[in-house]
């Protein structure tokens, strides 16, 4: 069977196909019904023209369940359209209905829906316009990212999702626990973990990074690609509790070769975007971000700009009334901060360095002046961050410093430290929130509309 990608693209006018999907539209004229049929397969779907006078009785019946929604297959030839807006159409000679999709009921009428509807039928949701091209640019930039990586020669790590670290410092962890937390309420005793799963309390992953960093001290340029876990109650278009994560490692590689290989990796996954997903952009462009094309194709070809944390504050600072939150030297950049340094002060991605090192994870590299730390943050307009990274502390005592700093307990991270011990290099690398950058990509407003069935705080339906 072939797709309707594939006949839209491939086949001749007089061919004779079958082509089956879901009934978009049905619109009856006098002498001939117009099923516009979407197979998910490309944006566009397949017109196909019932002639009423050439209907054979059966096929007349089958025709009476056609409607929205509807599984069907269609037999005919392939015929160049009279009409605008489409080269072929199908002549239907035969029709299958496998499903009907009664019109009393079907939720996805022809009219435009709110995306907070269609949050609420999220298993329905991937058969409209904006779900379906946002499933076909997700693939196309699951599928970029590993070309990104393999072509440079980096290896795919996969890094664990449940783990028993304590803490890795990113953020709040969701526990996972087989132990019958309410019959040990009842009875009144105090939780023994020792008898948990694992023999001690277990998290989900909130990051791949320091497993991943083990892998980097031994193939040299890495990559994980996985869920991740945040269980903080930040309720924006910009968190998810569960999302993915893209995070290389390079050994012997410094600050600056980090910041190109992100700089690179994002014109990538925009160039194979823009090559490869262009009628879903152009339908984005259209109805979602107008301009989105123009500025992922601007993207592509400009230079990142770069500045320091402590630049950033002061070209904050110049314009502080603007700001709900004052900036100030020490403080964590918040996303109105974000978006103005990128979108108004260098107008395109700015990539920020060197943090105080209060404000950053106890792993990454201190500078010489003690107080700030090689971070960077890839910022983008319209999103703020996008990328996360930073050159790692490879010295052992430097290491086993901040960890104190960060009141955190040595004894459990023994194997990080090892790592610092025998064989230690200098090493960097990032990590990038698959669905910011699908944000960034199709210009979607919420994050809960760029994966396919979003985890947040109370909502984990479907
Ligand atoms: P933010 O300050 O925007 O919450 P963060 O500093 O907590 O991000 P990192 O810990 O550096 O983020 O994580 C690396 C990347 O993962 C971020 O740059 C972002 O792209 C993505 N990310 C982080 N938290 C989330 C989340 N809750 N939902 C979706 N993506 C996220
Ligand atoms: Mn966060």
Known sequence: MQDIRSVLRDTKPGASITAKGWVRTRRDTKNAVFVELNDGSCFNGLQCVFDAASLDDAARASLAQVSTGAAVAVAGVLVESP??????????????????????????????????????????????????????????????????????????????????????????????????????????????????????????????????????????????????????????????????????????????????????????????????????????????????????????????????YTDAVKELEARKDDFEFKPFWGCDLQTEHERYLTETVVKGPLIVTDYPRDLKAFYMRRNDDGETVRAMDVLVPRIGEIIGGSEREYRHDVLLDAMKDKHLDPASYWWYLDLRRYGSAPHSGFGLGFERLMRYVTGMENIRDVIPFPRAPKQADF
């Not at 490692?249 to 996954?269: G, R, S, T, V």
């Open 83 to 308: 009409a605008a807006g489409q080269p072929v159409e199908l002549k239907a000679s035969g029709l299958t209905v496998y499903g009907p999709s009664p019109a009393d009921s079907y939720p996805l009428q022809k009219k435009a829906h709110s995306f907070e509807f269609l949050r609420e039928i999220a298993h329905l949701r991937p058969r409209t316009n904006s779900f379906g091209a946002v499933a076909r640019v997700r693939n196309q930039m699951a599928f970029a990212v590993h070309s990104f990586f393999q072509e440079r020669g980096f290896q795919y790590v996969h890094t664990p999702i449940i783990t028993a670290s304590d803490c890795e410092g990113a953020g709040e962890m969701f526990q996972v626990t087989t132990l019958d937390l309410d019959a040990i309420a009842k009875r009144g005793e105090p939780v023994d973990w020792t008898k948990d799963f694992f023999g001690k309390r277990a998290y989900l992953s909130v990051s791949g990074q320091l497993n991943v960093e083990t892998y980097c001290m031994a193939l040299g340029r890495v990559y994980t690609f996985g869920p991740t876990f945040r269980a903080e109650n930040s309720n924006t278009p910009r968190h998810l509790s569960e999302f993915w994560m893209i995070e290389p490692e390079m050994a012997f590689a410094e600050l600056p070769e980090n910041m190109d290989l992100a700089e690179a990796f994002i014109k990538h996954l925009l160039s194979w975007a823009l090559e490869r997903c262009g009628d879903d952009l152009a339908f984005f462009d259209k109805r979602i971000q107008p301009g989105l094309i123009a500025m992922l194709d601007s993207v592509r070809s400009s230079t990142f700009a770069h500045m320091s």
